[in-house]
């Protein structure tokens, strides 16, 4: 028998730029679950100290974010006509400037800021608490749902993962160098890695894909077998 598909969590960890929000909405769709982008939240919190000028000559003002904190209220919302999963912060719909390459490069420190990762993990935690739902982030299986249904551990080569995001930026009008955005990958798994909170490591029940030569639809078809061979879907 299908176990019941609408109580499922789902884990997905893995390096920045694989691809794992594709899988995550893809899985959302076809299961009626919640996406939860809690990449998103840690961008949210890092547009906000951007916008509220709690940068000073010497970087990053971490105390005054501490302080800040609890003003910055972050919201995951469907928008009804387009389907999608749209970030929020402090009332303000924030979805694209979140993805810039300023935001993008200033988030590895915001997120590996203690104070930071525990609001956001209670915050996900609270989200998820029913089930139903699909996260996607770096220590999703490691942290925030030890005990989730099904984990996957995303990968793909630095120089694929820098010509999707270089396209998908170009694409948006952002005027980048493939150059920077690769340098911008491989410095985020360096700092995503080996910083001492949560670094991303593959939890030791999650499953390996490695997407570098599977398109969309395969890496769809490849997570249903896993699912159907776990008994969670025919
Ligand atoms: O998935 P993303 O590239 O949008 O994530 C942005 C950054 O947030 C990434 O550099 C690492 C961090 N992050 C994290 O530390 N923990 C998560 N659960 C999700 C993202």
Known sequence: MPKDLQKITIAIDGHSSCGKSTVAKDLAQAFGLT?????????????YAIEQGLYGPNGLLVTELEKALPHIQIVLRKDKESGQVETWLNQELVEDRIRSLEVSTKVSEVSALAFVRKRMVELQQEMGKNGGVVLD???????????????????ASPEIRAQRRYDEMRAKGEKVSFEAVLENVKSRDHIDSTRAESPLRKADDALVLDNSRLDRQAQLAWVMKQLKDRSWAV
Do not use: E
Request: charge should be neutral; glycine fraction near 10%; avoid cysteine.
């Open 137 to 155: 982030g770096r220590d999703i299986g490691t942290v925030v749902f030890p005990q989730a249904d099904l984990k996957l551990f995303m990968t």
């Open 35 to 47: 996406y939860i982008d809690t990449g998103a939240m840690y961008r949210a919190v890092t547009l």
